[in-house]
Each structure stands twice: as structure tokens, then as C-alpha cells.
């Protein structure tokens, strides 16, 4: 009789971590995917920005300047960094 008790008192706490864990899982996928979401957008507009800075510099006059260059630049490498960074989520 005791045995059973034990069993089911040792049954009913491991349902009980299980589920727990299921629901941090569940909300860690959930945080994750609009994480990515946002990494996705973030990356669209960035590029989108780039396209804008390139038609508007199509003779590479500012690209070539000083300060508007060293900016447009960093607007290159950001996309870079998070074309690297989605190529290696993908993997």
C-alpha cells in the first residue's frame, strides 16, 4: 500500500515538471518565432534602405564621400551582418 502511494505521489509530481517544462517550451518557440519575425523586418528595411541610398547615389558621389560614405557603409554591414547571422540560423 505504501508502495502505491509513493508510486502515484512520484507519478503526479513528474506530470506536473512535464507539463511545466511543455509550457516554457511552447513560450520559448513563441518568443523565438517573433524574434525572428522581427530580425526578418528588420533585415527588409534595411535593405530597402540601401536600394533608397543607391538609386538616390546612382553616380557613387556620396558613396565615395568622407562621412555620407563611412554611413553608408555601416548600412552595408549591418545587412551583411544580419544576412550572415539568418545563413547561419538556416544551417
Known amino acids: ?15 506536473y515538471i512535464i507539463f511545466n ?5 511552447e513560450r520559448l518557440e513563441e518568443a523565438n518565432d517573433e524574434l525572428a ?3 526578418e523586418g528588420y533585415e527588409i528595411n534595411l535593405n530597402r534602405i540601401l ?5 538616390i547615389d546612382s553616380k ?15 548600412i552595408k554591414d549591418a545587412i551583411k551582418s544580419l544576412e ?3 545563413s547561419r540560423n538556416e544551417n
Open 37 to 39: 519575425e522581427w530580425v
Open 1 to 15: 500500500m505504501v508502495i502505491y502511494l509513493l508510486l502515484s505521489l512520484l507519478l503526479a509530481a513528474s506530470i
Open 84 to 86: 550572415d547571422l539568418k
Open 60 to 74: 557613387h558621389i556620396f558613396e565615395d564621400d568622407d562621412e555620407v560614405g563611412q554611413t553608408f557603409n555601416l
Open 21 to 25: 517544462l511543455f509550457r516554457k517550451v
Open 51 to 55: 536600394t533608397e541610398i543607391s538609386d
